[in-house]
């Protein structure tokens, strides 16, 4: 699993890339009916937003480790084994990083809200406007993605916080 993370990673293409795949089959799932190729187009048009602010974000914390993918890849992952860096340029890099996305995360309870009122409410627009098997589709859909994010929110806060913490507030 640590080898496709890391290239995961370096290969930031591969992640929009496997996003839109598999966005246009739920969708071609969901709606059948509809040529697979269209929802592709569609979908990938409609996620350019999207890839603008990954990338913008991405380049920011490439900076921040260094300039280099490398870089960012090695304290990612020394993020997510909870190994603290030895050497004073990768701790300055790291506290760099985790203070950047800490910075990044400090909306996050009012954002996960957001989105629970809002996939909740398509849903039952779904309900309304809809047959059952789009609406079972939405409400499965709804209840892995909040899930999963609130999942997914809570362990990286923990990890950000607990790098943190192990870095201590050393002057920058």
Known sequence: MERVNVFLARHLWVQIALSVLVAAVVITLLYPGRSFLSVVVRTAVISLGGVGVALSARRREKRAAGGTT??????????????????????RAMRELVGQRLHRGRHRVAAL????????????????????????????????????????????????????????????
């Open 70 to 91: 490398d870089g960012l890849v090695s304290l990612d992952r020394k993020l997510r084994t909870g190994e603290v860096p030895s050497d004073p340029r990768e701790r």
């Open 113 to 172: 809200v957001f989105l629970g009122v809002l996939f909740g409410t398509i849903t039952v627009l779904t309900a309304f406007t809809a047959g059952p098997r789009q609406t079972v589709g939405m409400a499965v859909i709804t209840v892995l993605f909040l899930g999963s994010m609130l999942y997914n929110s809570r362990v990286q806060t923990r990890r950000l916080r607990t790098m943190s913490a192990a870095l201590g507030s050393e002057s920058r």
